[in-house]
């Protein structure tokens, strides 16, 4: 694939891998394995397989190759190892590179499941997890230790829409030698820059923007070759974690329209913030790209533009919430996100129910608010039925 493509023609172009038979659209390698022409070609393809020979798909498959090969294009990333979800992501970017013994700092306010694995997993097998409050640099600075191994955290936290300073924690963590692993689905693949930014390894949870239409579960961990072939390889290839070939072509087509959807998306999101500003039954309005969030200058550094998500806080707390929710007519309550079908969710009732009401408190996650998901719909549409579900309150 030629280096000097612009990222539209790579999501288009980039890992393709053509059969004998020219197919214009990616193949679905459904098999699990693959023929060897001799005994002598199975024990050398066990020895070292080529770029071109697969051995079983836990291990790989020419479709989830291509998939693994865009993502790394579009991240800007040296390597991939595709996931069966976001989750197998995470656990297996974790897990391959822990020991007992090791020291993790983690920012606070992570997705329900992430904190699972930092909270209850981790400690199980020996690691040891500080926690902190991500947007503040001195909490970092003074939870970092030499022994320091790993720093993990969402680039923009959900569902409040905090963000971290990639630049700022990068650097504190590099000081003591630790190694950076961010959740990065809020910032999405479309507006990272995660790498040039000092993070060493990304994950994404592909159900998200990169499927972008509701479909199928996957994950992708981005980092350099050798970590991705030498330490995720061996652990995602061994413990089962590996997307399946056709999940891997709902993504690669996913991929093809992601940075249409997620600009068009990230526009309509900051025209509903810009077009709410002033209703009363809102306490607040939060979207990174938008002027009044107060972390507006990071984003603008970080990520150019402030995501396809936005939070709003109904000022009649839950009742009010619900009353809203109830009535929308275009947007949908669920709890995907990065959807086409703009998705609206009620996190204190759903994603983070499991929580106390004090650990609530403490992310910011009020009775008001809810978390919208901004598809490709037209946006007046959105507007208008976000206007008369207000009214309704
Ligand atoms: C959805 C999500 C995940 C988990 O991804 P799955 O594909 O559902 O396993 C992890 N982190 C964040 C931030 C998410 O939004």
Redesign the pocket.
Known sequence: MSQDWNTRTRLVHEGTRRSQYNEVCEAIFLTQGFVYESAEAAEARFIESGPDEFIYARYGNPTVAMFERRIAALEGAEDAFATA????A?NGALLSMLKAGDHVVAARAL?G??LYILEEILPRYGVEVTFVDGTDLDQWAAALRPDTTLVFF?TIA?PTLEVIDVNAVSALARGVGAKVVV?N??ATPVFSRAVEQGVDVVIY????HIDGQGRA???VILGSRDYIRKTVEPFMKHTGGSMSPFTAWVMLKGLETIDLRVRAQAASALAIAEALQDEAALARVVYPGHESHPQHALVKRQMGQGGTVVALELAGGKEAAFRFLNALEIILISNN?GDAKSIITHPATTTHQRLTDAQRDVLGISPGLLRLSVGIEDTSDLIKDLKQALAAV
Do not use: I, Q, R, Y
């Open positions: 979800s976001g989750m197998a995470v997705f499941s992430c969402e959900n959740d689905v809020f949870s592909a159900t998200k579960l996957g994950g996100l």
